[in-house]
């Protein structure tokens, strides 16, 4: 029976040991696991970083051309606007008068 005892407590302490090497070894993979992690964070940080960078300057340019555009497009309906007022004053003044065509057309005679 003393046999068996000590046997078993071997046996346990055998158990007992393999247990807490494999306890040892499985946190060390942990920690190398949670640093690999760390520097993938890391990595993925630094290219957010650089993303977030190249965003705001592409918000940038197409603010500055969106600008441009307007400029162009208010300084367009300006011409056109003056145009209209210049063919409306012209009209205004003379609207018998058209082009050669339509004065024939029309046989506009000028009394003056």
């Known amino acids: 029976m003393a046999w068996n005892t000590i046997e078993r407590y071997h046996t346990y302490r055998n158990d007992h040991e393999t247990s807490i090497q494999y306890s040892e070894i499985y946190i060390q993979q942990l920690k190398q696991e949670a640093s690999h992690m760390i520097a993938k964070i890391e990595l993925l940080e630094f290219h957010k ?56 057309k029309f046989r506009v005679i000028d009394l003056n």
Request: net charge positive; proline share 2%; glycine share 6%.
């Open 49 to 104: 970083r650089q993303l977030q960078r190249s965003l705001g300057e592409v918000r940038a340019r197409k603010a500055q051309m969106f600008k441009e555009q307007l400029e162009k497009q208010k300084a367009k309906g300006k011409q056109l606007l003056e145009e209209n007022v210049q063919l409306h004053q012209k009209n205004v003044i003379d609207p018998w008068r058209g082009s050669i065509d339509q004065q024939k």
